[in-house]
C-alpha cells in the first residue's frame, strides 16, 4: 500500500493507541508516578507488612515459612481503594514457596486478576511497584532511585533492580515517541516521523550504556549464589512437576490457566521473574517490526518465541499496549518506509534512522549476552567445578538448586536463547 500524498488522511485507517488508556505516563512511561509507589499498605493489612519488615532476619532464622502460616487471611479486598494498594499488595506476597498457605494464596490470587498478573516474583513486583525517590524534585536516575524491598538486603541485589528501574525511566520518552510515529505514518508526516524515530534512536543507546552499568555494584558471585535463586521459577523444575499448590484456591482468572486441581487448591506452574518482562524492550521490538521465533528443537505445541510467554507476566493494561502497537500501523513495512520510492524525499534518512534504532536495540541485546556470560554462565561452570563445596544437601532448598543452572529465570537454556534473539533484531533492518 503506498503511502498517501502529503497532508491528507489514509481512507483505511488503523487504531492508535493513547497511553493513558494503559496506565502509561507520558514523563516515567511503565513506572509508576503521580503517586510512585506505596510504601506501605492501609492498616488492615499490617500484618503483611510486618513479615516484609522482618523479611531477612526471617529468612535468615529460617522462620519465615511458620510466620506465614499464622497471618490471618486477609480475603476482604475492599480495603485496597486504588491502582497503588493492589500493586503494593501484589509486590508483598511475592516470596514463592514450595506452597502457598491459603492465608495468603487466597486474597494474593483475587490481588493477581485484578491486575492481570501471575501469582509469582516478576519484573512488575520487583522492579516496577518497588522504588522510591530520594528527591522527588530531582531527575529519575540511579543517583536518585532507591529500592524499597530487596530479598538479600544486599547492595548487589539493590543495584541489580535499579539499572532496570532507570533503564525504564529512561526509555520512557519512546512511548509517546512511538505513538507521535503512528501518527505521523497516518498523515504522511516525514518530518514528524524523523523526529520520533530519532527519540526512539535515543532511547536505544542510553538504555544500553545503563544497562552496562550493572557491573558498577552487583558481584556476579554474588548475584549468581544470593540473588538469583530467589528470582527462579518453577515452570521446568524437574522436582516440582505440577508446580506451586497454591491452598484453597479452587479457581482463579489469570492465576492458574495450567493448574492442577486438587481438594487442597490449585498448582501453578510459572516463569521466574525476568527482566524478559520488560514491557519497554517488547513494545521496542514491535515498533521496529522484530519478529522473533519458536526456538529450534522447542516443544511443538508452543508457536510462540519465548519472548511472546513473557508477557502473560507483564500487567494487563502493558500487555495490551504492546499488542496494540502491533496491531497499528507498521512504520517499516507496507504502511511506510519500505513503500516509499527510494529516490522520493526523506526514504534515505527514514531508512538511515530506523536502521540506527535496530542497531540500538541489537547492541543493547549484545551487552545483555556479555553480561549473562559474565553473571550466570561463568558462575554456573564455577559450581560445577567445585559442585556444592559441602553443603549438606538437605540445606539446598528447592529454589537454590533449581537457580545453579545456567539458564534463564524463566527456564530458557540462555546463550543460544539470547543470540537467536539478537539475530533477530539485527534482520529487522531495512
Sequence with gaps: MPPVESGTKRDSRKS???????????????????????TRLPKFYEAWELVLDDLQRLLLAGRLRDKVRSLPTLEDMSHLTSRRDWQRAYLIPSVGKKKVPKCIAIPWLKVCDYLEVKPIVTYASVCLYNFKLLDPTAPWDLSNLCILHTFSCSMDEA??????????????????????????????????????LAVIADVTEKITVLLKRMYEKTDAHIFFNRVRPYMNGWEKAENMPDGVLYEGVLSATNGVP???????????????GSAGQSSLIHVLDCVLDVVHKPMPGSDRKKMINFIHEM???????????????????????????????????GASELTSLFNRCVE???????????????????????????????????????????????????????????????????????
Excluded: C
Design 16 to 38: 492508535i493507541p493513547q497511553l493513558k488508556d494503559y496506565d502509561i505516563h507520558p514523563v516515567t512511561g511503565f513506572l509508576p508516578s503521580d503517586p510512585l509507589p506505596l
Design 159 to 196: 543495584w541489580f533492580f535499579l539499572v532496570s528501574i532507570a533503564i525504564e525511566a529512561a526509555g520512557a520518552p519512546a512511548l509517546p515517541a512511538i505513538v507521535r510515529a503512528l501518527h505521523a505514518v497516518e498523515n504522511d508526516d516525514t518530518k514528524s516521523l524523523m523526529e520520533a
Design 258 to 272: 495450567n493448574g492442577k486441581v486438587t481438594d487442597l487448591g490449585v498448582y501453578g506452574k510459572y516463569a521466574g
Design 311 to 345: 508477557r502473560n507476566y507483564m500487567p494487563g493494561s502493558h500487555r495490551r499496549f504492546i499488542e496494540a502497537v502491533t496491531d497499528s500501523y507498521s512504520i517499516k513495512g507496507a504502511d511506510y518506509i519500505e513503500s516509499l520510492p527510494r529516490r522520493s524525499s
Design 360 to 430: 540500538g536495540m541489537k547492541s543493547f541485546r549484545n551487552t545483555h549476552i556479555q553480561m549473562v556470560s559474565v553473571y550466570i554462565v561463568s558462575q554456573a561452570n564455577k559450581r560445577k567445578d567445585v559442585g556444592n563445596a559441602g553443603i549438606p544437601a538437605q540445606v539446598q532448598t528447592e529454589r537454590l538448586q533449581n537457580g545453579l543452572l545456567a539458564r534463564g529465570t524463566g527456564g530458557t537454556n540462555l546463550i543460544p536463547f539470547l543470540k537467536q534473539s539478537r539475530d533477530e533484531t539485527d534482520a529487522a533492518k531495512i
